[in-house]
């Protein structure tokens, strides 16, 4: 499907995270939610977190900018058909990503059903 807006799109990254149980999200400290086209080294690349799990941070953290997730517009709407699709798979790569930030790695999305 082409891609969305970026404001439509920007959006539904929202809607995702107003999806997120407020405790969990009032748990998520130094991160921000961003929204780009593609990733220039994986443009296949639905989402990407950058930065320092929750659960790797330490006494030497302070300071540090904020960690990034990123959710890729266009390669998200690529792998959709269709409107409904692309809500879905928007709210499935921002728990995945944010579920990064708590320092669950990719084999435990899977077995969670994240993938």
């Not at 405790?23 to 961003?34: E, F, G, T």
Request: hydrophobic content about 45%; overall charge negative; proline content about 5%.
């Amino acid at each position: 499907m082409r891609p969305l807006p970026l404001a439509v799109f920007e959006g539904l990254v929202a809607d995702a995270l107003d999806q997120v149980p407020p405790d969990l999200l009032a748990l998520m400290d130094n991160v921000v939610v961003l929204v780009e086209d593609r990733n220039a080294d994986e443009p296949d690349l639905l989402g990407l977190y950058e930065g320092y799990a929750l659960t790797e941070r330490g006494w030497e953290y302070g300071g540090a900018l904020p960690d990034r997730i990123m959710v890729y517009r266009e390669a998200i709407c690529d792998i959709c058909s269709t409107a409904e699709e692309v809500v879905e798979e928007v709210t499935i790569t921002v728990v995945h990503e944010i579920a990064h930030h708590f320092g669950i790695d990719d084999d435990r999305l899977h077995e969670l059903g994240w993938a």
